[in-house]
């Protein structure tokens, strides 16, 4: 983790989340606010940490997710830039019910909780604003787990693919940001289910595979078998 320094009055997540505050509230927010760079791997936090901050994803890609009994992990959402890391239950809770971590190298801002209370306290269009935002997550994270569990094991998958390819990445050619394993974890599957399913994806000639990189040749397929699964 590598703290780095940040200029608020320039941040594009002005625009998404602060663009109620005026000047002088920005700049006070600046001395409020620390921005930290992850590796791939690194952890943002732990299950059980205090909540001390309100935390936002400026670049990067991250993972959401709790450690099982049986010291697997259930990944309960992969999140892009913009979306709110971790800020779910920061108004409800002392200490986090779920970990986060970086799948790529990423940059996470992180503003003193207390202070954004003060805003949300004191401002009711930024409170507003905020609760709408947040609401906006839990409901996006609640339907794409519906959505997977409604699905079958191959449609499951192709659905993941579909998600990286057009949420995430914008391109028919991506790195999988994840291991087999923790797209396993994702859809609630084996991972040899899914090494499987992938080989055959591939074998019909659906997509390509080189290692870590996916390439969609048939994308109206994969939505076929996603819509069907």
């Not at 959401?64 to 992990?73: L, M, Q």
């Not at 799948?103 to 009711?124: F, H, M, P, T, W």
């Not at 997977?148 to 993941?160: F, H, P």
Request: proline share 1%; charged share 25%.
């Amino acid at each position: 983790m590598i703290e780095n320094n940040c200029e608020c009055t320039e941040c594009q997540f002005r625009n998404v989340a602060f663009s109620t505050l005026k000047s002088g509230q920005v700049n006070d927010l600046c001395t409020f606010r620390k921005e930290f760079l992850y590796q791939k791997g690194g952890i943002i936090h732990r299950e059980g940490d205090p909540i001390n901050d309100f935390k936002y994803l400026r670049s990067g890609l991250v993972k959401v997710f709790k450690s099982t009994s049986n010291g697997s992990e259930q990944i309960i959402a992969i999140t892009k830039p913009f979306d709110f890391v971790s800020n779910i239950s920061i108004f409800s809770e002392d200490r986090y019910k779920y970990s986060v971590s970086a799948l790529e190298e990423s940059e996470v801002c992180n503003i003193r909780l207390d202070y954004i209370k003060e805003l949300v306290a004191g401002n009711g269009k930024f409170a507003l604003e905020l609760m709408t935002k947040l609401s906006r997550i839990s409901d996006k994270i609640i339907l794409q787990s519906l959505d997977i569990r409604k699905r079958n094991l191959i449609g499951r998958v192709a659905y993941i693919l579909l998600y990286f390819s057009s949420d995430i990445y914008s391109s028919n050619v991506f790195d999988l940001p994840v291991s087999r394993k923790e797209i396993a974890d994702y859809i609630s599957m084996s991972t040899a289910n899914v090494i499987r399913t992938l080989s055959d994806f591939r074998k019909e000639g659906i997509i390509r595979l080189y290692g870590k990189t996916v390439e969609i040749v048939d994308i109206d397929k994969l939505k076929l078998i996603s819509a069907k699964g």
